[in-house]
């Protein structure tokens, strides 16, 4: 009589496999600017004058009759000005940047189920 020993191992597939992974990369940037400028002017302006204006005629006449006039004018004017100017400018700016970066490594099994 033979003596026969058989031994029989069985073998889990899930064990001799790498377990499928699946791999999520994000990203997300954001970025916005802005900017700003402005200019204000005043100006303002008077003038003021005075005229004045003087005359004098004088006749002299002569014994044979005839006469001779003489004008005298004197004339003057004045005036005076003055400005005034004002301004202002400004400027503003600004801007933003934001980055976000994320990876992540899911592990599933044959089916494709996260474990």
Same mark, same amino acid.
């Given at each position: 009589? @033979?003596?026969? @020993?058989?031994?029989?191992?069985?073998?889990?597939?899930?064990?001799?496999?790498?377990?499928?992974?699946?791999?999520?990369?994000? @990203?997300?940037?954001?970025?916005?600017?802005?900017?700003?400028?402005?200019?204000?002017?005043?100006?303002?302006?008077?003038? @003021?004058?005075?005229?004045?204006?003087?005359?004098?005629?004088?006749?002299?006449?002569?014994?044979?009759?005839?006469?001779?006039?003489?004008?005298?004018?004197?004339?003057?004017?004045?005036?005076?000005?003055?400005?005034?100017?004002?301004?202002?400018?400004?400027?503003?700016?600004?801007?933003?940047?934001?980055?976000?970066?994320?990876?992540?490594?899911?592990?599933?099994?044959?089916?494709?189920?996260?474990?």
């Amino acid at each position: 009589m @033979s003596n026969t @020993s058989r031994a029989v191992t069985k073998k889990d597939p899930t064990a001799q496999q790498l377990q499928p992974s699946r791999q999520v990369e994000s @990203s997300e940037h954001h970025a916005s600017a802005s900017a700003k400028a402005g200019l204000s002017l005043n100006i303002f302006g008077a003038f @003021s004058g005075a005229l004045s204006s003087k005359s004098k005629k004088t006749t002299h006449n002569h014994p044979d009759g005839s006469s001779r006039s003489v004008e005298e004018r004197d004339e003057a004017a004045q005036g005076y000005g003055q400005a005034a100017l004002s301004g202002a400018a400004y400027a503003q700016a600004e801007a933003q940047e934001r980055k976000r970066a994320q990876r992540q490594v899911e592990r599933v099994d044959h089916l494709g189920i996260e474990g």
